[in-house]
């Protein structure tokens, strides 16, 4: 499996032409399973991928040059709150430290299966390079869900309940938690299938991530207490 990622690599989405990759490719995945009417704004940048403390991550195919799968990445703190965090109230193990949510995951129809891990490997990495203790996401389906739950993320809300979120098409979802920090020591224990591909950074299919400053950050996640 890890050969095979050195047909993509994973940046940052850090100009106009490349927000706009990223919209182009929610478009078009979205659309394909939620029809163009539903997702007709997102051929646009939205605020909140211009927001500091959020990052925009694009994949592309070495290859090609193809943007073929995106991920936002929005950080909470004191200062500001998940989407999410408008419709549940998180646990305080969760809620009282740097944590973080997924939203915008997309990749383009009839893309490599591992577009989206290469995209889950580097929101683990960007996760670990800035601190941040906690992932939430959300999954529209079952396919999604059992995708996650294979990863190491746990359900939040109740065997089978799921929650319409008004960012999301108003559509029901999963929503699941991940524990950033106590992934690696989890995989290695269980002998996780993906365990070499998540950790590998020989493959140069990720940025360097540097620790990225937040505004108005009261605490930071080691200083915070359970």
Not at 13 to 31: D, F, M, N, P, W
Not at 43 to 64: F, I, M, N, Q, Y
Not at 159 to 165: D, S, V
Request: charged fraction near 20%; aromatic fraction near 8%; hydrophobic fraction near 45%.
């Amino acid at each position: 499996m890890s050969a095979l990622t050195h047909n993509f690599e994973v940046c940052i989405a850090s100009t106009e032409a490349e927000l706009q990759q990223a919209c182009i490719v929610r478009k078009v995945a979205y659309g394909h399973h939620l029809g163009d009417e539903a997702v007709a704004g997102f051929s646009s940048v939205e605020a909140l991928d211009r927001t500091p403390g959020t990052v925009v991550l694009l994949c592309r195919d070495k290859v090609t040059g193809e943007a073929v799968g995106t991920a936002r990445i929005n950080v909470g703190h004191d200062a500001h709150a998940l989407l999410i965090e408008r419709h549940v109230i998180l646990p305080r193990q969760i809620a009282s430290r740097l944590r973080a949510e997924v939203t915008r995951l997309a990749v383009l129809p009839g893309a490599n299966g591992l577009v989206k891990l290469c995209l889950m490997k580097a929101v683990y990495h960007y996760c670990l390079a800035n601190g941040i203790d906690w992932l939430v996401i959300a999954a529209r389906n079952d396919a999604l869900g059992r995708a996650y739950r294979g990863l190491g993320f746990k359900d939040f809300l109740a065997p089978g309940q799921m929650l319409p979120l008004p960012y999301a098409g108003n559509l029901p979802h999963y929503v699941f938690t991940f524990d950033v920090q106590d992934a690696e020591p989890s995989w290695r224990q269980s002998g996780h299938r993906l365990l070499g591909f998540m950790m590998d950074r020989s493959l140069r299919d990720l940025p360097d991530f540097q620790a990225r400053p937040l505004p108005a950050v009261a605490s930071h996640s080691q200083s915070l207490v359970a």
